[in-house]
């Protein structure tokens, strides 16, 4: 054996080698990735009174990971766009778990003022205030007479109504929430009228939540405006791509075409932020 086929048979043998070991360990690690991000979301899911398998989250997830490079690929036929189909399966359920728990704090906090409201009411017609906090539980609607029946049972549990408020506080991370917590809590401790204020609490953030949106209906079109100015780009690049594909194919063949590309993604991306934080007004 001459020093030539050595080499080659040692070079041979070494990439057998490191394609053995990516396919153990990566193996591996990806089986204990999709296992931490659905454990993680499980327990997100079930913060939020979804309940589901560690199992059936796994196979949504790679049913994303699978479907969408393929789509990809069918639809553009380009291995830049698979990889960021690839990257977008990633995080694509951290983004919807993400998405579902923004809608319930925003429903949760829709329903507060109400809800306060009810206790009051109660409180008014003489009950008591785990019989008034019961009201709302039975007679409210999800999500927020989940998290107060969940209070209720720590409460009969033998957990103090104080730690319990901390504990709601903590799965619901809300201001007007927190500004709920400590007036009760308050109102416990020095014997103040709690029905009065948690009136004057329900009347403030109604009142704030009616500001939120005025300045929401008076943003839209700005926020509007940079979502068209976001997807234009992306929509042009792809217009062009079926009308002129052998001028566009260089965007997506040589590397100066992919630094384009880069470039164009950084400032869409830098362009958008800016404009969501001109137009995001906090009250």
């Known amino acids: 054996m001459n020093e030539r086929t050595f080499i080659i048979a040692a070079i041979f043998f070494a990439m057998l080698a490191l394609a ?18 659905a454990i993680s979301a499980r327990a997100d899911l079930e913060s939020m009174f979804i309940f589901t398998d560690e ?24 291995l830049v766009f698979v990889l960021m189909s690839v990257a977008l399966a990633f995080v694509a359920p951290r983004l919807v778990v993400a998405h579902i728990a923004r809608r319930r704090l925003r429903q949760f906090e829709q329903q507060l003022p109400d809800a306060l409201m009810m206790i009051t009411g109660a409180l008014r017609a003489g009950a008591s205030l785990p019989l008034a906090l019961d009201s709302v539980a039975s007679e409210g609607k999800p999500p927020i007479s989940q998290e107060f029946a969940l209070l209720l049972r720590e409460m009969r549990l033998g957990v103090d109504f ?23 809590a308050l109102s416990r401790e020095v ?6 204020t948690l009136e004057s609490i329900a009347r403030t953030i109604r009142a704030k939540l009616q500001m939120e949106g005025k300045i929401r209906s ?14 234009l780009p992306v929509m042009l690049v ?33 362009g958008y932020h800016f404009i969501r934080r001109i137009t995001t007004i906090d009250v």
């Open 238 to 270: 792809a217009v062009l791509n079926v009308m002129e594909p052998e001028a566009m194919a260089p965007l997506f063949n040589a590397w100066y075409g992919w630094v384009t590309l880069g470039v164009m993604v950084v400032t869409i991306l830098v």
């Open 55 to 78: 199992r059936r989250i796994m196979v949504i997830n790679l049913s994303v990971l699978i479907v969408l490079p393929l789509a990809a690929w069918v639809v553009s036929g380009n």
């Open 20 to 37: 053995w070991l990516a396919l153990h360990f990566g193996s591996r690690w990806f089986r204990t990735r999709q296992a931490e991000v």
């Open 218 to 231: 008076l943003t839209a079109q700005g926020k509007m405006q940079g979502l068209v100015m976001a997807g």
């Open 191 to 196: 014997g103040a009228n709690l029905a009065a």
């Open 162 to 184: 104080a730690v319990a408020l901390e504990s709601m506080e903590k799965r619901v991370p809300l201001e007007d929430l927190a500004l709920v917590t400590a007036g009760m």
